[in-house]
């Protein structure tokens, strides 16, 4: 079974704040989606990468995608009570069986005021 | 793009009745659907995933006779509920996934989720 650490699970940041959220496996994956989800609604792609070592950006989003395609991260600069939300690493592995996704366990981020 | 679409959005219902959910893709064809269960504030947990016009193949946990999982058609899934009970009570979520390269996020779209609370 793959795993994806996705931390911190918790952030509470004001605004103009930096930060970065991770994710990490001892899997490889052929590619990693980085979705946003706001209350009562479903996920929203925000990127997907595939080549390792990639760097994508999104305005004032950094998603970056390890060499070894084992990891991951989200960088946000400048973060905006707009940014609030539940943000979830999920990673494919095409090898495997229906392409199923494998998901983090998310990281609620509060930016305040 | 791709579209989803999930209903209902929210329903309540009593213990012991079954409720069903529906996922259709409105744009493209859904060669598989995965449904997930969601608790506050916590990641997806997958359920089960299905391929059209076959049995559906559940996660290790989720009992197949309680998640009825029905998807006869390319751009129609459905998950029942069946004697509900409160601790059914869930954030309910559909993710369809395309003909590989066909779709420029690899494949997969969600569903808006379904809100159930059994009372």
């Known amino acids: 079974t793959q795993l994806l650490e996705q931390s911190p699970q918790f952030l509470s940041i004001q605004e103009g704040e930096n930060l970065t959220v991770y994710c990490n496996s001892s899997s490889v994956f052929s590619s990693l989606q980085w979705y946003r989800q706001e209350p009562g609604e479903g996920p929203v792609l925000l990127v997907t990468v595939v080549t390792g070592g990639e760097v994508k950006k999104l305005k004032r989003l950094t998603f970056q995608f390890g060499d070894a395609r084992k990891d991951s991260s989200l960088h946000i600069t400048a973060a905006q009570p707009g940014d609030t939300g539940l943000y979830l690493c999920a990673g494919q592995n095409s090898g495997g069986s229906n392409y199923k996704l494998t998901f983090g366990k998310g990281t609620l981020l509060t930016v305040n005021p | 793009g791709a579209v989803v679409s999930q209903h209902p959005s929210r329903v309540i219902c009593k213990s012991g009745t079954s409720v069903k959910i529906e996922c259709r893709s409105l744009d493209f064809q859904a060669t598989t659907m995965f449904w997930y269960r969601q608790f506050p504030k916590q990641s997806l947990m997958l359920m089960a995933t299905s391929n059209e016009g076959s049995k559906a193949t559940y996660e290790q946990g989720v009992e197949k006779d309680k998640f009825l999982i029905n998807h006869a058609s390319l751009t129609l899934s459905t998950l029942t509920v069946t004697s509900a009970h409160p601790e059914d009570s869930s954030f309910y979520i559909c993710?369809?996934?395309?003909?590989?390269?066909?779709?420029?996020?690899?494949?997969?779209?969600f569903g808006s989720g379904t809100r159930l609370t059994v009372v």
């Open positions: 993710s369809a996934r395309g003909k590989q390269g066909t779709l420029l996020n690899y494949g997969y779209t």
